[in-house]
């Protein structure tokens, strides 16, 4: 593998836009760096085909709390903030300790948006808490922030659940997909700012899988096939495709189907869509800096282009991949301390995946589009990035903003929670 970091680029700030104006420089900052060589795999194919991946989700994070489901089917919490339903034991907001919450021992499957949980029960309820902005936990309840587990009335037949920005989805065992929360959009009926219950999706059937927002949903149907739909041509997955328009003159991207040249198995949704096919080969498209493609030339990948430099992978994550050989690679966004900083902070994009650990086995990476992390062949919690909030798990809160350096970021930190 080549050890050169040249698609590495420094900044001193965060912001996106802030980027474009310092890219120039990006060839001039360049280090070796042997402890995390960039993937530079041959291209080839997996010798047996991957079948679709679904597996309920046992662990999610949100930017402040996470919870995890154990074997037994008891719901256990940890992290900041009154959202994570039980009281503390530290004194404080901040409980870095996985804890049982009393009185659930039937969840199923759960999932974390940027600020709530939806938690599926062995019944078939759906039950919910955090935030209810856009009334994607209660249309019926004017508060912003819901602190208990609240059924989710008007579902049946739920077998898995998906909490994303501005919206709750849900997936019945028929196929069919269900949706609560904004629709300014569109996408989902005529657009209004909040449904008042949860509404079908129209023109999707026989799904297994699904990942949705209010801006842009994808679903994988049995056959392997994945639909899109959504506001904006760069998240959509088809540069050619055209807008319908709403009678009061909003236009919309309607449901699509992609176009890959093998059966999809699995994919995931954040600032760029990840998808794996049966070969083990990845794709992605939408915002450069994440999908992996390596150093930028424009600011969007507007359709499923190949991660050339892996193949052989078998499971993958909003950007994080792992390989049949048990290695596994990360990209995107980390964030370091640095003091001669104007805002105290260095962000480093990592424009190609690089190699974190070694010898990975894993069942599953956790429900995130804040946090890093996966579940192994034996129930432990591993996690990577940052820790302010406790959301590790580990009893331990990181000490200030942001990790200290590169090795702390990618370095990998094990739970206090274990499924068993």
Request: charged share 20%.
């Amino acid at each position: 593998m080549s050890s050169s970091m040249k698609d590495i680029f420094y900044h001193t700030f965060p912001t996106r836009a802030l980027s474009a104006l310092f890219l120039c420089l990006s060839l001039a900052l360049t280090a070796c760096n042997d402890k995390y060589p960039k993937a530079n795999m041959p291209d080839t194919p997996l010798e047996t085909p991957l079948e679709i991946i679904i597996e309920p989700k046992k662990v999610a994070m949100t930017k402040t709390w996470a919870a995890g489901i154990k074997d037994d089917g008891t719901l256990w919490t940890w992290g900041s903030g009154l959202s994570k339903i039980r009281r503390t034991t530290t004194g404080n907001h901040v409980d870095p300790t996985p804890m049982p919450v009393e009185g659930i021992n039937d969840a199923v499957a759960i999932s974390g948006g940027i600020g709530h949980m939806l938690l599926l029960r062995k019944d078939g309820s759906v039950w919910g808490w955090g935030s209810n902005h856009d009334g994607y936990v209660d249309p019926n309840d004017d508060n912003t922030l819901i602190y208990q587990p609240r059924k989710i009335e008007g579902l049946e037949d739920v077998v898995d659940v998906v909490a994303g920005l501005g919206l709750s989805a849900f997936l019945n065992k028929h196929g069919q997909v269900y949706v609560l929360g904004e629709n300014t959009a569109g996408l989902y009926g005529n657009p209004i700012k909040q449904l008042p219950k949860p509404t079908q999706v129209q023109g999707l059937q026989d799904i297994i899988k699904v990942q949705a927002n209010s801006d842009y949903i994808l679903a994988l149907d049995k056959f392997g096939q994945l639909y899109s739909s959504s506001r904006y041509i760069q998240y959509l997955g088809n540069d050619k495709a055209e807008t319908a328009t709403h009678e009061n003159g909003k236009t919309y991207y309607p449901i699509t189907k992609l176009t890959f040249p093998k059966k999809v198995v699995d994919f995931d949704v954040s600032f760029a869509n990840i998808v794996l096919l049966e070969d083990g080969t990845v794709w992605s498209w939408g915002d450069s800096s994440y999908t992996g493609h390596g150093q930028p030339s424009t600011d969007f990948v507007t359709k499923p282009t190949r991660i050339s430099s892996l193949s052989k992978v078998v499971k993958i994550d909003t950007h994080s991949a792992l390989t049949q050989d048990g290695n596994l690679y990360t990209w995107g966004l980390q964030s370091f301390e640095c003091s001669s900083c104007s805002n105290g902070v260095r962000s480093r994009y990592y424009y190609s995946p690089v190699l974190i650990a070694q010898n990975i086995d894993i069942k599953q990476f956790i429900d995130s589009k804040n946090h890093q992390g996966f579940l192994d062949k034996n129930g432990q919690l591993w996690t990577w990035g940052g820790n302010k909030y406790g959301t590790a798990g580990t009893g331990e809160v990181q000490q200030g903003n942001w990790t200290k350096d590169e090795g702390e970021a990618l370095s990998l930190k094990k739970s206090l929670f274990t499924t068993h």
